[in-house]
């Protein structure tokens, strides 16, 4: 039996590096990868075939669908929270229509092949949006259905994506000729922030976390862009990988929801920094909130109810806080930097 295909876009990115890895290593899948930029030489080594291009550019697309069965899409380009508040529109352009161009393709797929192609999209604890810090630590963990009401275009852009994925999956071309035909199986998990040990972020607003501890590891002073007591999920990247792999597989039987909840545990700033500084003494970590960012912490949620997913597809975090960072991100980060 010829393995299977899975396209990853965004596949340079954090999640992307990662999640190669572990797809390459466990050997099911062959992997087809698009990115904005070239494959590094490592990553390319563990491609069927590695495309350099669009999330928009149709022809593309259509092009890479035509060469390859593709039996599962991973989803990952997007254009962060922070970024996408210095360019509303562009954020919209890459996350909302480069996820419709995706599932036009997906959806073609499946209708082709005669059987629903998997499309996994990573969606993000932006989704939800809190007034107010007080309502936030009332609100604790919150249920899916809650607080839908996000207040940056990222996270806009990722609850209509989610929308869009579940018209897909339940509802595409409902009138008519075509309504019969094979629709595709969007699954959908919301990530809280994610924090690997071989890649610093870029763009987001979570990303106080992992800056905090690479400067450390550094040896570099951090200046942190939100007040110590700001609170919210957190997740290591392997576990965020294994999440994406587990969900891939899930028994559609059992799944009782479209989007789920994914959490790890829950961290703040002054939390992070001394654990920092308890694994490199003499690290310096100060803070000075910038208002905007800040309040777009306080809006997300300081946890999440993930009941469902630990229900529906067993749905178990290796990594809390401290193993985390003592089994994890700690030793993996040291031996990054003393390579150099
Ligand atoms: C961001 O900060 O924008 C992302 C996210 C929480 O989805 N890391």
């Known amino acids: 039996m010829p393995k299977g295909v899975v396209l990853i876009t965004g596949s340079n990115g954090e999640i992307g590096h990662s999640l190669i890895d572990r797809i390459a290593a466990e050997g099911r899948y062959n992997v087809v990868s698009l990115d904005l930029t070239p494959a590094p030489d490592e990553l390319r080594a563990k ?8 999330i928009m550019d149709r022809f593309l697309m259509d092009q890479i669908a035509a060469h390859h069965e593709i039996e599962a899409v991973f989803h990952l ?51 939800y949006g809190l007034p107010d810090v ?5 609100a604790g963990r919150i249920g899916e259905d809650e607080w839908n009401v996000p207040v940056t275009m990222y996270g806009c852009n990722k609850l209509y994506c989610e929308h869009l994925g579940r018209y897909y999956t339940r509802y595409h071309r409902q009138l008519g000729a075509l309504s ?46 939100v007040g110590p007591e700001a609170a919210i999920p957190f997740m ?25 909840n994914v959490g790890a545990f829950s961290i703040s700033a002054a939390k992070i920094a001394e654990r920092v500084s308890a694994a490199f003494p003499g ?32 749905w178990n975090p290796k990594f809390d806080a401290a193993r985390a960072f003592d089994e994890y991100l700690v030793p993996r980060i040291r031996a990054r930097y003393a390579k150099g």
């Not at 970590?285 to 306080?298: F, S």
């Open 180 to 225: 019969n035909v094979a629709r595709l199986d969007f699954r959908s998990m919301r990530f809280p922030g994610l924090i690997s040990a071989d890649t610093v972020p870029t763009g987001g607003t979570s990303d106080f976390g992992p800056e905090m501890l690479h400067a450390a590891a550094k040896g570099e002073p951090y200046a942190c862009f």
């Open 134 to 138: 007080a309502t936030k630590r009332e």
């Open 47 to 54: 491609c069927l075939a590695s495309y350099t291009g669009n």
């Open 77 to 127: 380009a997007a254009l962060l929270s922070t970024r996408g508040e210095r360019d509303p529109e562009l954020a919209h352009q890459v996350n909302v229509e480069g996820t419709l161009n995706l599932l036009r393709v997906a959806q073609q797929q499946s209708a082709r092949l005669g059987r629903p192609v998997r499309f996994l999209f990573p969606s993000s604890i932006a989704v």
């Open 236 to 260: 290591a990247m392997p576990d965020a990988v294994t999440a994406l792999v587990q969900f891939l597989d899930a028994d559609k039987e059992k799944l009782t929801r479209v989007v789920y």
């Open 283 to 314: 690290s310096k970590v100060t803070y000075e909130p910038d208002a905007v960012r800040a309040k777009i912490v306080d809006s997300w949620p300081e946890d999440v109810d993930d009941s469902a997913a630990r229900n529906d597809w067993g």
